[in-house]
Nanobody
C-alpha cells in the first residue's frame, strides 16, 4: 500500500515563507513516479499547484504560484518538497501530496496523468 505523508503546514504571515514536505513509502522504485501538490481552500474544489516528473526534468506550476513556489524531490530519500515564498491569503488551504501510478511519467495534474495516490493533507493558514 502506497503511503504519502505531508508535513510542514502551519500558520504563516502574508508575504512569508513555508516549506512543505511529502514522504512516500510502500512500493519499490518510489522515486520513479511523478508527484505533485494540490490544494483545497474552504468551499472550493481541489486545485493543481505543481508537479514534478520522476527525474525532475519536467516541472509545471499553476499560474497562480509561478515565480513564488518551488517544487523539488529527493529520490534517494523518497521525499518531495514545496518551498512557498511570498505566501498570500489566497494560498491558504489544505495541501495534498499526490503520486502517479505509472513509472517514468512527466507529471500529475491537468493535461497529465491523473493522480492515483493521495496524502491526508497538511493545513496552511495565512495571517494578514
Amino acid at each position: 500500500q502506497v503511503q504519502l505523508v505531508e508535513s510542514g503546514g502551519g500558520v504563516v504571515q502574508a508575504g512569508g515563507s513555508l516549506r512543505l514536505s511529502c514522504a512516500a513509502s510502500g512500493r519499490s522504485l518510489t522515486g520513479f513516479y511523478a508527484m505533485g501538490w494540490f490544494r483545497q481552500a474552504p468551499g472550493k474544489e481541489r486545485e493543481f499547484v505543481a508537479t514534478i516528473s520522476w527525474s525532475a526534468s519536467d516541472i509545471v506550476y499553476a499560474d497562480s504560484v509561478k515565480g513564488r513556489f518551488i517544487i523539488s524531490r529527493d529520490n534517494r530519500k523518497n521525499t518531495m518538497d514545496l518551498e512557498m515564498m511570498d505566501v498570500q491569503p489566497e494560498d491558504a488551504g489544505v495541501y495534498y501530496c499526490a503520486s502517479s501510478e505509472t513509472t517514468y511519467g512527466p507529471g500529475v495534474g491537468p493535461g497529465q496523468e491523473i493522480p492515483r495516490y493521495w496524502g491526508q493533507g497538511t493545513q496552511v493558514t495565512v495571517s494578514s
